[in-house]
């Protein structure tokens, strides 16, 4: 039996507002804002993905390099990955230079974060 369960993930972020936007358009999940905490929640309410603001010091990381490691990045799933592309891209993603897979492509977030949009 599990002693929890697990409902979301923390990002640090130099934006919280533009970064939780950024993936509530992506997901199609809603935002709820505190302060310079916001989350935002899927649509059956049982999982999360919070964005606290880091007001100094913040720095991306540097994917693929290890100078500052990826510290987290999520894996999307999608049913297509040249719409996938297109969504995210115009959302504000960039597209990574290295592409080490054929069924996964790396983006990276508009506060740096990699993600990966993987077939489903």
Request: charge should be negative; include cysteine; hydrophobic fraction near 45%.
């Amino acid at each position: 039996m599990a002693i929890a369960r697990f409902p979301g993930l923390v990002i640090d972020c130099p934006d919280a507002g533009a970064l939780a936007g950024f993936y509530a358009s992506l997901l199609g999940w809603k935002v709820k804002a505190e302060a310079d905490w916001i989350e935002i929640w899927s649509e059956d309410n049982k999982t999360c993905i919070s964005f606290q603001q880091v007001d100094a010091g913040y720095r991306a990381p540097d994917w693929p390099g290890q100078a500052v490691p990826q510290q987290m990045h999520l894996d999307l799933m999608v049913e297509d990955l040249d719409a996938g592309e297109t969504a995210a891209v115009e959302l504000g993603a960039t597209k990574a230079k290295e592409q080490p897979g054929t069924t996964f492509r790396v983006f990276l977030d508009p506060a740096g974060h990699p993600f990966c949009l993987c077939l489903s």
